[in-house]
């Protein structure tokens, strides 16, 4: 069964004036679209592949035959990244969390306002193209990392309950070489709500 490219859960221009409609639509409708297309060509010769969640697959790119492994790693990390991406923000979002997922934050660094800037500093410092992400870490731990290109906290283990979008494609239209404007612009648009459900569909 082909993996599939899901519609935005809502409009281009709804995360305006944080992220430009223009950037959704080649964001959504290209980039991501190009990693559905390229994982599924790369696992046209592998029935027994096909079934398989896109979680699963990177999960243990070891068991992916070494003809398609970078393909899939790279492309099915791109769809597992953007899929979440997307699904993690919303409209008239941003604020700050709640309950369990704000308690475990805390814990975890300090303040909500210590985290936020601690992500926004590893996301600064991720070199080139990439990712930074609030991750469940495999000592069910919460803890900010960042990765390369299109690479899952996934492959080491680790559940990602959000990512923000470090490539250029993510944000150069608006904010051309100013990665750290973007970055903070972005918590306008963080859907808590959807984080906390992960965080606890986690634990």
């Known amino acids: 069964m082909a993996h599939t490219l899901a519609p935005l859960p809502y409009d281009y ?54 003809a398609i492994r970078t393909v899939v790693r790279n492309n099915g990390g791109g769809h597992a990244n953007h899929t979440m991406f997307w699904e993690t923000m919303a409209s008239n979002a941003g604020g700050t969390p709640t309950g369990d997922l704000a308690a475990a934050i805390t814990d975890s660094f300090g303040d909500v306002d210590t985290f936020k800037q601690r992500f926004v500093e590893a996301g600064v410092k991720q070199f ?12 069910h731990k919460l803890q900010i990392v960042s990765t390369p290109n299109q690479d899952s906290p996934i492959t080491v283990g680790s559940q990602p309950i959000l990512g923000n979008d470090v490539w250029e494609h993510a944000y150069y239209l608006k904010y051309q070489n100013r990665r750290p404007e973007y970055l903070n612009a972005w918590w306008n648009v963080v859907n808590w709500q959807e984080v906390s459900r992960r965080f606890a569909a986690i634990r």
């Open 13 to 66: 221009a709804a995360l305006e004036p944080y992220i430009d409609a223009e950037t959704m639509k080649l964001h959504h409708d290209k980039h991501h679209a190009a990693y559905v297309n390229n994982l599924n060509g790369a696992l046209a010769d592998y029935p027994e592949l096909q079934s398989k969640s896109i979680e699963s697959l990177i999960a243990d790119l070891n068991a992916i035959p070494e």
């Open 128 to 139: 080139g193209s990439g990712w930074v992400w609030l991750v469940v870490n495999p000592e």
